[in-house]
Nanobody, 113 residues
Framework: QVQLVESGGGLVQPGGSLRLSCTVS???????MAWYRQAPGKQREVVAR???????SYLDSVKGRSTISRHNVKGAVYLQMDSVKPEDTAVYYC????????WGQGTQVTVSS
């Protein structure tokens, strides 16, 4: 069973930056990957996706402020978040897309002054 470990979250001030990392116990070759997030009281949503050839797509609210990337050999996926806003506060998860793997523990991102 694939295990996912997310890291890099924390408390950041509005306008700041974070780089989230996700390591996957299995291979990610040939697999579409995504970052998801769940804010308090809201449904989990897809923040960013990356295809096997590196094409990316983003949630409108983070477009232009976030960059998803992947390292197939390392089995890792990253999310660079810049100019963060309080509404980015959420627990962030990575997984395959469409998601069939079990969730990892996620990493909490809190944007607050």
């Amino acid at each position: 069973q694939v295990q996912l470990v997310e890291s890099g979250g924390g408390l950041v001030q509005p306008g700041g930056s974070l780089r989230l990392s996700c390591t996957v116990s299995g291979t990610i070759f040939g697999i579409y990957m995504a970052w998801y997030r769940q804010a308090p009281g809201k449904q989990r949503e897809v923040v960013a996706r990356i295809t096997t050839d590196g094409s990316t797509s983003y949630l409108d609210s983070v477009k232009g402020r976030s960059t998803i990337s992947r390292h197939n050999v390392k089995g890792a996926v990253y999310l660079q978040m810049d100019s963060v806003k309080p509404e980015d506060t959420a627990v962030y998860y990575c997984s395959n897309y469409p998601r069939t793997w079990s969730w990892g523990q996620g990493t909490q991102v809190t944007v607050s002054s």
